[in-house]
C-alpha cells in the first residue's frame, strides 16, 4: 500500500472535524506531563472540544484553500490543534486557563469565526464568556428592574392595607 493511501484517511479526518468548525486554537504542547495533558483533554472534552496531535504535513493539506489556511505559517514543531464546532471561545478560554496553570503549554495562534487571530488576540478572545453565560448576564440584567418593580408595588399594596380609609369630610 502506497504512502498517499495511509495518509489520506487521516487528511480526511481533519477536514471533517474542520468542516464546520467555529474555531480552531493551535497549540505547542512540549513539556506538560502526562496528568496535565489527561486533565487538559478531559476539561476540553467535557466543552465538546476535539483536541488531537496530528502531523504537520497532514494538517498543511487538509487545511489547504480552507478558512483556517491562515495556520500554516505556524505549523512547525509539535503541534496539537483544539477545534469547536459549538462554542468559538471554548478552546481559546479553556487552554488560556490551563497555560496560566502549565506553564508548558504554548498558545500559538488561531482561527475563530473565519478570522485570523496571533497569541495575543487568542488571549483577548479567551476573556470573552461562553454565549451561556452572556445570556445567562442579559437575562439578569433585564429581570433585574422588573423584580424592583415588583418589590415596590408589593411594599405599596402592604403600606396601603396597614392604613384604614378616612371617610370623606362633608361639607
Do not use: H, W
Not at 39 to 46: G, M, Q, V
Not at 142 to 149: A, R
Not at 152 to 162: D, P, S
Request: aromatic residues 6%.
Amino acid at each position: 500500500m502506497a504512502k498517499v493511501e495511509l495518509k489520506q484517511p487521516i487528511v480526511e479526518e481533519i477536514k471533517a472535524q474542520l468542516d464546520g468548525a467555529q474555531s480552531a486554537v493551535l497549540v505547542d504542547y512540549r513539556g506538560l506531563t502526562v496528568e496535565q495533558d489527561t486533565r487538559l483533554r478531559k476539561e476540553l472534552r467535557e466543552a465538546g472540544v476535539t483536541y488531537k496531535v496530528y502531523k504537520n504535513t497532514m494538517v498543511r493539506f487538509a487545511i489547504d484553500g480552507t478558512e483556517f489556511d491562515a495556520l500554516k505559517d505556524s505549523l512547525e514543531g509539535p503541534n496539537a490543534i483544539a477545534i469547536s464546532k459549538d462554542d468559538a471561545t471554548a478552546p481559546a478560554r479553556i487552554l488560556a486557563k490551563f497555560a496560566k496553570e502549565a506553564e508548558a503549554l504554548e498558545i500559538k495562534c488561531g482561527i475563530v469565526e473565519g478570522n485570523f487571530y496571533d497569541q495575543a488576540g487568542i488571549k483577548a478572545i479567551s476573556s470573552i464568556p461562553s454565549r451561556e453565560e452572556l445570556l445567562s448576564k442579559m437575562l439578569g440584567s433585564l429581570q433585574s428592574p422588573i423584580t424592583n418593580f415588583a418589590r415596590v408595588l408589593k411594599q405599596i399594596a402592604e403600606k396601603g392595607e396597614g392604613e384604614t380609609p378616612e371617610a370623606p369630610a362633608e361639607a
